[in-house]
Every structure is written in structure tokens, then in C-alpha cells.
């Protein structure tokens, strides 16, 4: 019999996330840090707008790019929130989660051959995703020294003639960093300079921590007409199961992104959408609230790792903290496996989003004030264990 698999889908490794996904769902009293998802309930107002869609029997298509009222929705928040003015009727479209977004985005960008910017550590699609729209994915990993920051340097010293698209990760999962509006000004000298394109991934806006709000590239001169910026629900809004992002970018890009969609989707989910409606609408004391919270769970987590004598620095954006335990004389991977094996703490390794993790691990606190608690005290525990056994 002929072979039934594409040898291109067969050669991606899957996803480094779900083996410990997968063991702890089969572990009770586990106590899970890798979880990359709200640990709050949608707020009801949101999910009282879905209900009542279906009680009034909205359960058809609606259009390919989204309904009208959340494309409308989706602008107005862009406008206030980033000063970025985007036409709702041919530069927003509504896709099944940012991750859509990402893959339809690069589908419609590439040709065979054309090279893929992805600064690692960084969310596990974007380097298979590439790959399946046929371009060559280019890593630049980024340093812990620049607290996980993409630099101009970097940049610059890894662009080639084959160069197209930049993905800009930011705020990041799963380090946490974050780029600020001075870092992002180098950036886009860069990126015009040799006539990039960038898919700017910004799930994580609304969890920025300080002072200093997010700052899109998308909203710096000359930047908008070459950037695809994706955002969603699932992380501000706690609407992870609604499945329910948006891409918005120049008409042109747009249209291919739209026809890919059309044929493999049709619309995002309808009650998802009248939900999304009422969020933008509505939900901008929700998202203080769980910012908020968060923001509580990440100042006490830092301080305890430093307690520890964990080194990590500190973490402005997302959910997610990247301690360095390379000072266990462990890879990644095993500490991750003998945490959980023997404190039944799961985190994720630092190699899952990328060789240039090694050393490191990925800990939320999406999870209550105290779980993190008691997580803590079991991490303490096992590191004073190795201390002991390496004497």
C-alpha cells in the first residue's frame, strides 16, 4: 500500500505541552503550573449573551469574516486601546482563536522558500505553521541577559534576502517579557528597512503589569500597512472555549487570509461571536479585575522563587513566569519529570517552546493564590532534596 501521510506533517514533532498535559490528567491530586489558560469562569454578563443568542435561535452561519456588530466591536476597542483605526469592512476578520489567525496568516504570505522570522522561546505553532505554508522557519533565540527580548541586533544579524515575515511574540508566552514602544521603534526600523511583513501576536495585551500599557507595532508610523496583528478572547476574557480571535491587517492581506478561511472554516462559531460582542461591550471592569489578580499571583510567585534562590527575572506581561534551573545540573525536561514525579508539581519544560529554553521552565499562575501556595512550598521542598542528594 502507498504511503497515506504527508512526509512534511509526519517530520513535526508535536506538541512538547501535551506529554505532561497528559500524564497529569491521569494524576489526581496533582497540582498543574503548566496550564496555559484563564483559571477564571467567562464573567456571566458574557455568557449570558450566548445564552440568550441561542434562546433566540441565532444557530446560523454568519458571514465568512465575522458578524458585523464584532467587527464594528473589534475596531472601536483597537481605536481606544492602541489608537490604531482599522476599517471594519475589509481590514478585521473574525477566525476560530488567534491560532486560526497564525496559520491562515502565513498561508496566505508565503511561497516556497520564504523565510520566517520566530524569536524563540515562544508559543509552540508558529515554527510548525510555517512549515505547513512551505516557508523555512529562521529562529533567533532570544537571551535571558535581555530578559527575553527581541533586539534590533538580533534581528538584523538573522534577516536575509529570503526574509519575508517576522513573527513578534509579545507580550510572551512563555517567558512573560514584554516589548516596550522604544524597543518596538528599533524593530520597525529594521523591519522596514528590509521590507518585512509582521504577524504580531498580541493574545496577551491586556495582561501587561506597571505603569506602562501595551503598545502594538501595528500603531508605530509606517507599521500598520505591514503588519497582520492577531489578538482573541481567550486570555483577557477567559473565553478560551469559545474559541474566538480576530486578525486585522492591510485589505489586501486580508482577502487571501479570508479565502483560506472560507474553505477550511466558513465562520467562527455564532454564539461565540454575540458573546464577543457584549465583551468588548462591556467587559472592561472583568478584564481590571483578573488583571488585577493576576498581577497579585505574579508578585508573590517572583518573590518566592527569589526566596528560593531561583533566579528569574521579572516578568511584565501574559501569565507565565521562565525561572532558570540550570544551577540543578538538570536539563529542562528532567527537572520537569522529577518535580512531578516526586512533588506532583507540573510544570512545563523550557524546551517545549524551543532549544533556546534549555535551562529553563515555564510556571503559570493561572491557578489560585493558594494553590501557588502550596505549589511553591513542594517546589522549595524538592530543590532543598537536591541539594541534599548533590552534597
Known amino acids: 500500500m502507498r504511503n497515506p501521510l504527508s512526509k512534511t506533517i509526519v517530520e513535526i514533532e508535536p506538541s512538547g505541552i501535551r506529554k505532561f498535559f497528559d500524564i497529569v490528567n491521569e494524576m489526581d491530586d496533582a497540582i498543574s503550573l503548566g496550564v496555559g489558560e484563564p483559571d477564571f469562569d467567562t464573567p456571566w454578563?458574557?455568557?449570558?449573551?450566548?445564552?440568550?443568542?441561542?434562546?433566540k435561535g441565532r444557530t446560523?452561519?454568519?458571514s465568512n469574516a465575522g458578524l458585523k456588530d464584532l467587527k464594528i466591536e473589534i475596531a472601536k476597542y483597537l481605536e481606544r486601546k492602541n489608537g490604531i483605526t482599522y476599517d471594519y469592512d475589509h481590514e478585521i476578520m473574525v477566525t476560530v482563536g488567534g491560532s486560526e489567525a497564525i496559520d491562515i496568516a502565513m498561508r496566505a504570505m508565503l511561497d516556497p522558500g520564504d523565510e520566517v522570522l520566530i524569536p524563540q522561546p515562544s508559543f509552540v505553532s508558529y515554527l510548525p505553521c510555517a512549515i505547513m505554508a512551505h516557508g523555512v522557519p529562521v529562529v533567533i533565540e532570544l537571551k535571558a541577559e535581555n530578559e527575553f527580548r527581541l533586539t534590533a541586533e538580533e534581528l538584523e544579524a538573522a534577516v536575509t534576502p529570503k526574509s519575508k515575515i517576522l513573527v513578534l511574540p509579545f507580550p510572551n508566552n512563555p517567558t512573560g517579557s514584554i516589548m516596550r514602544r522604544d524597543d518596538l521603534e528599533k524593530i520597525a526600523e529594521v523591519v522596514r528597512k528590509h521590507?518585512?511583513?509582521?504577524?504580531?501576536?498580541?493574545?496577551?495585551?491586556?495582561?501587561t503589569y506597571g505603569d506602562k500599557p501595551h503598545v502594538s507595532i501595528a500603531a508605530l508610523p509606517g507599521m500598520q500597512e505591514r503588519t497582520i496583528l492577531i489578538n482573541g478572547f481567550s486570555k483577557a476574557y477567559a473565553m478560551t472555549g469559545w474559541r474566538l480571535g480576530y486578525a486585522?491587517?492591510?485589505k489586501v492581506i486580508l482577502e487571501q487570509m479570508l479565502k483560506i478561511h472560507q474553505f477550511a472554516i466558513m465562520c467562527a462559531p455564532t454564539t461565540s461571536q454575540y458573546a464577543a460582542v457584549e465583551a468588548l461591550k462591556n467587559g472592561?471592569?472583568?478584564?481590571?479585575?483578573m488583571r488585577e489578580e493576576y498581577d497579585a499571583r505574579r508578585?508573590?510567585?517572583?518573590y518566592r522563587f527569589r526566596e528560593m534562590g531561583i533566579e528569574c527575572f521579572e516578568p511584565y506581561g501574559a501569565f507565565y513566569m521562565f525561572p532558570c534551573i540550570q544551577k540543578f545540573g538538570m536539563t529542562s525536561e528532567e527537572f520537569a519529570e522529577k518535580l512531578l514525579e516526586r512533588e506532583k508539581v507540573a510544570v512545563v519544560p523550557g524546551t517545549a517552546f524551543g532549544a533556546g529554553g534549555e535551562g529553563f521552565i515555564r510556571v503559570s499562575y493561572a491557578s489560585s493564590l493558594a494553590d501557588l501556595k502550596k505549589a511553591a512550598e513542594h517546589i522549595e521542598?524538592?530543590?532543598?532534596?537536591?541539594?541534599i542528594e548533590n552534597e
Open 381 to 387: 521542598r524538592f530543590i532543598n532534596r537536591l541539594d
Open 248 to 250: 486585522c491587517g492591510p
Open 284 to 289: 472592561d471592569e472583568d478584564v481590571l479585575k
Open 195 to 207: 521590507d518585512l511583513f509582521v504577524i504580531s501576536d498580541e493574545i496577551y495585551a491586556e495582561l
Open 60 to 62: 446560523f452561519y454568519t
Open 299 to 302: 508578585r508573590y510567585l517572583l
Open 45 to 55: 454578563h458574557i455568557r449570558d449573551e450566548g445564552i440568550y443568542s441561542l434562546e
